[in-house]
């Protein structure tokens, strides 16, 4: 006997009032006194930074123009590797080792190299600003052919050149490489964690040369907002004018602050007085869901008009139980098996909130507690009220 059981539930509307008075979210079970005081003062901290933004460093929300990494790549070959290497499908791995061995003045037949030991792979690595030479970076290490594994292998010198310049290497790396994940076969069947195709040699790479860096254009810098926004950008200005008015801060749009860079100053100890500055950061209203993990973010300006909310359920339950019908002995009959099946629904009760005009993030927290709804049914409720436009913010849908 076998039971298949099913549940579908059907949820959500969304019904928007006029300007009416502000109404409280329908009453629910109270809470422990302790849970609930706490609940409030953390919800008192989020109305206060709503309204004030965050204060954040400039250092942690910007940067100065011309102060950046440098991406690096080369092409190299990873040797040890016992039976875990390219295959003879992929020669990459053999010309790669025989053209290795040439360059050492080792004479070697392509046709006689067995690269299962060895992988042909590709070596990335990202030259911090300001990095000089002898300095170490690490380095990661990518399977380019069909190597099962490049666990225990050790990658030979590899020049690193910026990309699409190949005139000089910046960086030389070699060294053991380092992997997280682990892969294994038996009898046809294979297990893995992680990925044992892609590893790091920790300072395996030596820097040859740092790439320039460019501070100073025409006697002025450029502080560049990692998030675009004109309010915020707007502070910082009136604040490094009211801070260091010798430094004629402008704010040329949402993203760029530019400042003076004062004669005989090094522009080292400008910048660095600038990043300790603490700004109100302002952002706009935005409310991202991944649709995949059901995960919601909702920013702390996000509003929300006079609405109602109305989680309801119904549910339909399908039972499903298989019977066997068996025939006399020695009858013409034949054994046949009978789904026997029983369906229910149940319609539970609505649980109602209202939303009072300019509801916050923090109100909307409690609404959602309140009703005690899952990640599906607050995606569902917050694509409802944007559809009918009292979400006042930018809905993202990943």
Do not use: C, H
């Not at 309010?231 to 704010?251: C, F, H, M």
């Amino acid at each position: 006997m076998k039971i298949l059981t099913s549940t579908l539930v059907l949820f959500a509307v969304s019904l928007s009032f006029g300007q009416g008075p502000a109404t409280k979210p329908a009453a629910k079970p109270d809470e422990p006194k302790g849970q609930q005081s706490e609940m409030d003062r953390r919800l008192k901290i989020i109305n206060q930074d709503e309204k004030n933004g965050v204060q954040v460093r400039l250092k942690d929300i910007s940067r100065f123009r011309g102060i950046r990494s440098n991406q690096l790549m080369g092409f190299g070959l990873v040797i040890g590797l016992g039976g875990t290497g390219d295959t003879r499908r992929n020669p990459q791995a053999a010309a790669a080792l025989s053209n290795y061995l040439k360059s050492i003045n080792m004479d070697a037949q392509l046709s006689n190299m067995e690269p299962k030991n060895a992988a042909w792979v590709v070596v990335t690595a990202e030259l911090p600003p300001f990095t000089t030479n002898g300095q170490l970076i690490d380095v990661t290490v990518s399977s380019a052919g069909d190597a099962q594994s490049l666990r225990g292998g050790t990658l030979l010198r590899t020049e690193l050149y910026a990309v699409g310049n190949n005139e000089k290497p910046y960086t030389i790396a070699q060294g053991a490489i380092s992997i997280s994940g682990f892969g294994a076969a038996a009898g046809g069947n294979q297990s893995s964690t992680g990925f044992s195709t892609v590893g790091r040699v920790p300072n395996g790479g030596i820097v040859e040369e740092g790439a320039p860096t460019k501070i100073v254009y025409d006697g002025k810098m450029y502080l560049e907002l990692m998030d675009s926004d004109l309010t915020t950008a707007s502070r910082i200005q009136d604040l490094i004018n009211k801070k260091y008015p010798e430094l004629g801060a402008v704010a040329e749009n949402g993203q760029t602050i530019s400042v003076n860079s004062p004669k005989g100053v090094n522009p080292i100890n400008t910048m660095a007085k600038l990043e300790e500055l603490n700004v109100n950061v302002d952002n706009a209203a935005v409310v991202i869901i991944n649709e995949k993990s059901g995960a919601i973010t909702i920013g702390g300006n996000v509003r929300i008009a006079p609405s109602v909310i109305a989680v309801g359920s119904i549910s339909v339950e399908i039972q499903e139980q298989i019977s066997v019908s068996q025939p006399n002995p020695f009858s013409k009959g034949e054994t046949v098996a009978v789904a026997n099946q029983r369906v229910s629904a149940t319609q539970g009760e609505a649980d109602v909130a209202v939303l009072a005009p300019n509801t916050t993030v923090a109100d909307l927290a409690r609404i959602f507690q309140e009703l005690r709804l899952k990640a599906n049914d607050i995606i569902n409720i917050l694509q409802l009220l944007r559809q009918q436009g009292a979400l006042k913010a930018r809905l993202i849908i990943q």
